[in-house]
C-alpha cells in the first residue's frame, strides 16, 4: 500500500510574499498625495509653490502629528529640480499623505499663503 501524502509546511518566505501580494491591491487603492502635488491640485502657480511649498509643508505635518498623536506621516522619496552642482536634480525625503487627511485641508488653512485656496472647504471646530 502506498505511503500517505503529508502534508509539506511553506516555507516563511513563501507565506511572506503571498501576504505582501494580498496586501498590494489595498495599498494601491489608497492613494497618496505630495504637497506640491496637493497644491497643484488647488491651483496654485508653479513658482509659488516653489516659494512656499516648504513652509506649508510644515504647517500640514504640524496639523497631522495634532491628529495622530505625534506620529509622522509616510514618506516618499522626489526628485528635485535641476541646480547648482546637480544637474539631473537631487532626491529628497518628502512626507505623502492620503488624498482624503483632513490635516491637508487644516494645515493649509492655517497658513495665510495658502488659506485663500482652500477657505470653502475648511471651517474650524466651535
Known amino acids: 500500500m502506498p ?23 489595498h495599498r494601491d487603492m489608497t492613494q497618496r ?17 516653489d516659494r512656499y511649498g516648504s513652509w506649508a509643508g510644515k504647517h500640514i505635518v504640524n ?9 509622522n506621516p509616510r514618506t516618499t522619496r522626489k ?11 537631487r532626491w529628497i525625503k518628502v512626507f505623502a499623505y492620503r488624498i482624503t ?3 491637508l485641508i487644516a494645515g493649509c488653512a492655517s497658513y ?3 488659506a485663500p485656496f482652500v477657505q470653502g ?3 474650524p471646530a466651535a
Open 79 to 89: 526628485r528635485t529640480k535641476p541646480c547648482k552642482g546637480y544637474p539631473e536634480g
Open 3 to 25: 505511503k500517505a501524502r503529508t502534508h509539506r509546511p511553506r516555507r516563511p518566505a513563501a507565506v511572506l510574499r503571498d501576504r505582501r501580494r494580498a496586501n498590494r491591491a
Open 121 to 123: 472647504l475648511y471651517t
Open 33 to 49: 498625495v505630495k504637497v506640491s502635488d496637493y497644491l497643484t491640485v488647488l491651483g496654485m502657480e508653479e513658482t509659488d509653490i
Open 101 to 103: 487627511d483632513p490635516a
Open 112 to 114: 495665510k499663503r495658502t
Open 63 to 71: 496639523a497631522y502629528r495634532a491628529a495622530n498623536f505625534g506620529l
